[in-house]
Nanobody
Framework: QVQLVESGGGLVQAGGSLRLSCAAS????????MGWFRQTPGKEREFVAA????????YYADSVKGRFTISKDNSKNTVYLQMNSLKPEDTAVYSC??????????????????WGQGTQVTVSS
């Protein structure tokens, strides 16, 4: 059974940093793109960042480009999201997701087959 478990969320002041982790279990994700999405109440889930299975290519939403960095450690079956220069508008529940094997990077929610339960990030002004 595939499981994705996020950690690292919390409360931080504007301008601060947080590092989210997403540990995968149940199978290896060495050949699966993985991504981070976020959602606030009453809004659609929003793409944040994605990374290829091998970790060589990444893709970011314009709103986080230059501030967030996605990375992947396949030896630990874990994907990370380093978030710097946080803003109040970054407040959301952040979820990691994984695509099926041998697929391409994607920003579309519907392209992801596996999802974590999410972790809350709150940025105070």
């Amino acid at each position: 059974q595939v499981q994705l478990v996020e950690s690292g969320g919390g409360l931080v002041q504007a301008g601060g940093s947080l590092r989210l982790s997403c540990a995968a279990s149940g199978r290896t994700f060495r050949t699966s793109p993985m991504g981070w999405f976020r959602q606030t109440p009453g809004k659609e889930r929003e793409f944040v960042a994605a990374i290829t299975g091998g970790g060589g290519n990444t893709y970011y939403a314009d709103s986080v480009k230059g501030r967030f960095t996605i990375s992947k450690d396949n030896s630990k079956n874990t994907v990370y999201l380093q978030m710097n220069s946080l803003k109040p508008e970054d407040t959301a529940v952040y979820s990691c997701a994984a695509r099926d094997r041998w697929t391409a990077l994607s920003a579309r929610v519907d392209d992801y087959a596996y999802w974590g339960q999410g972790t809350q990030v709150t940025v105070s002004s």
